[in-house]
């Protein structure tokens, strides 16, 4: 099958897969840095740590995808965003959406309305940074988040069968 | 139509000689008086006989189209086969006037027998040009392209789209080439302003589909398509072929600028907002179509509104696949060993993942000596608890493509960024 990122294929460690597996390695590396310290097995420990992994995941696939997409995009801002509230790092500003394409989110009428909302909003609300985008560059960033996800998970899967051996 | 006609045409192709040919086919009497005019024209320029042999069967073919009406347009790779699709109306053909502008020049010339509109000058071209066996390979890509290069003056075309709106029907047939069946009347002389935009998709018929009542209404979609750069005409010349016949007065416009050329297509409004929502439609259903590779078992769905669910589902699904996964990762052990993180990003990247769903993942180059070293140790389990529905992309068995890479020593550690370089085994499904 042709790679899609054909340019970037050409150096294997440069391809979406292999980035977003040293970056969640590292990540990974990191919390368990953390979890060694504090040997604690309590349940909110447990969960505190489920979550921090959760969010290496998602941003590690980010960073792996760059800024190309406008989920990545989306994802790291939020990252940036959260990392403000604690510390001293500033957001910058995204340019706005052109807020003309306001007109067509609502013109691609929703032939089912489901559990009371659009199939679109579903969607927008399922792929980040969807919610300002019209319908057509939102399938596009729902085909690629889907590719995205599809290699995350087959990846994710591997560390954990590794790490239970 | 005439289906004992065209036989009759193409089992005589003797049918040089015009005056005999005529007498014994049953062609209809524009169709004789067409031929009649190519023959006169050509021997006057060239009137050598053995282009009658070598080059009338491009113009048997021709009339062959013309008795069907148009109505099958051949894929261009049919075109060393099948005839011309060259659409004469039954209304009668016109004169010359059409082929003023024709390129004489172009190879274009060569490849359209327009044997109304035969310009002086230009026949002779064409006529060389039937008994070449190329002019059927000559790529409809070629041609119009030439045809629009040669129109790029474009503003003469709505002076002359007047005068040929009348004459529409002769259609060259660069543009007629490689569409589709269903083309009825093509009149797309002004087809080729498509040509520049992308004459493979040219190629793929958009000559049935583009009629614009008005001519002016169609100049102004340059304007209306301006903001949007893509180049995706051809998107419009999907879908509905309906054997509609009947005049397509086709508009010129033969700008090769960035915005989409878009037609209206016979019986739809050619109001600009109309036509923008029709490229809206084309690209998100292409979307779709995109997605529907992506999702795993979507193929038979039609259905924006199925198509969306599924999507929505299989989206959710992965994302509580991430979020399983997490959490186990969060509660398994860590090692002791750090090497194996280096090792397991080695592993991860060049193991062989699941389902077809995944992408244009390519492995690195592979490089030999780490897949001939080392063995696999162990089996790999499966990960087979999962909530959703959709089946967990499996796993498959490693062994034979990972015996490479695990190795009993960790005697090299490459650095993490050095992954990939080592040995793939199989390009990613």
């Not at chain 1, 597996?21 to 990191?30: E, H, K, P």
């Not at chain 2, 051949?74 to 502008?101: C, D, K, M, W």
């Not at chain 2, 001939?372 to 089946?391: A, E």
Request: net charge positive; hydrophobic share 30%.
């Amino acid at each position: 099958m042709n790679p899609k990122r054909f340019s970037s294929s050409t150096r294997p460690s440069t391809t979406v897969k292999s980035r977003f597996a040293c970056g969640f390695l590292r990540a990974l590396w990191r919390i368990n840095r953390q979890r060694r310290t504090s040997t604690s097995a309590s349940s909110r420990e447990i969960c505190r740590r489920y979550l921090r992994v959760k969010v290496a995941a998602d941003v590690s696939m980010a960073s792996a995808v760059g800024s190309r997409r406008a989920w990545s995009r989306a994802i790291l801002l939020r990252k940036l965003r959260n990392q403000g509230q604690n510390g001293t790092v500033r957001v910058r500003r995204m340019s706005n959406i052109p807020r003309m394409r306001k007109r067509n989110i609502c013109g691609n009428k929703c032939t089912e309305e489901v559990a009371g909302t659009c199939q679109a909003e579903q969607l927008r609300k399922l792929v980040p940074g969807g919610e300002e985008m019209d319908m057509c560059n939102l399938l596009g960033e729902t085909a690629h988040y889907i590719e995205c996800l599809t290699t995350q998970v087959n990846v994710m899967r591997r560390i954990a069968e590794i790490l239970s051996t | 139509m005439d289906g004992h006609e065209n036989e009759g045409i193409l089992q005589c192709p003797s049918l040089q000689c015009p005056s005999s040919g005529m007498s014994t086919n049953p062609l209809p009497e524009k169709v004789s008086g067409m031929i009649m005019n190519s023959v006169s024209m050509y021997k006057h320029s060239n009137g050598a006989d053995p282009f009658f042999s070598s080059g009338w069967d491009p113009l048997v073919s021709l009339s062959h189209n013309e008795n069907f009406g148009g109505s099958s347009m051949v894929s261009h790779r049919e075109f060393a086969s099948t005839p011309y699709p060259i659409v004469l109306e039954n209304q009668g053909i016109s004169g010359t006037s059409h082929l003023v502008q024709y390129p004489s020049s172009s190879t274009f010339v060569e490849l359209v027998p327009k044997l109304p509109c035969l310009g002086s000058g230009s026949f002779s071209d064409m006529v060389n040009s039937f008994g070449l066996p190329e002019c059927s390979q000559i790529a409809n890509s070629e041609c119009p392209q030439n045809y629009a290069s040669s129109k790029e003056g474009g503003t003469g075309r709505t002076s002359t789209n007047g005068a040929l709106s009348q004459d529409d029907r002769q259609i060259s047939a660069e543009g007629a080439v490689g569409s589709s069946p269903n083309a009825k009347r093509r009149k797309r002389v002004s087809d080729y302003n498509n040509s520049p935009v992308s004459p493979r998709q040219n190629a793929e018929g958009e000559m049935e589909k583009d009629l614009s009542g008005q001519s002016s209404d169609v100049q102004k979609e340059p304007d209306e398509k301006k903001p949007k750069t893509e180049q995706n005409p051809g998107s419009n010349f999907r879908g509905k072929q309906t054997g509609k016949q009947g005049k397509n007065a086709s508009s010129a416009d033969g700008f090769k600028e960035n915005y989409i050329h878009v037609r209206a297509r016979r019986g739809q409004a050619t109001n600009s907002h109309s036509l923008a929502e029709r490229v809206r439609r084309e690209k998100i259903s292409e979307r779709m179509r995109l997605l529907q590779e992506l999702v795993p078992g979507c193929n038979k769905i039609t259905g924006k509104a199925v198509m969306l669910d599924e999507i929505i589902n299989y989206v959710q699904s992965l994302q509580q696949q991430v979020e399983f996964l997490s959490m186990k990762l969060a509660t398994v052990n860590p090692e002791q060993n750090v090497d194996i993180e280096q090792i397991l990003s080695k592993d991860i990247i060049n193991s062989r993942r699941g389902t077809g769903a995944i992408l244009g993942f390519v492995p690195g180059t592979s490089s030999s000596h780490r897949f001939h070293r080392g063995t696999f140790q162990g089996t790999l389990p499966s990960i087979s608890s999962t909530t959703s529905k959709y089946p967990l992309l499996p796993q498959t068995v490693l062994d034979n493509e990972l015996h490479g890479l695990f190795q009993v020593g960790f005697d090299s550690c490459p650095a993490v960024d050095n992954l990939g370089s080592n040995g793939h085994f199989k390009p990613e499904l």
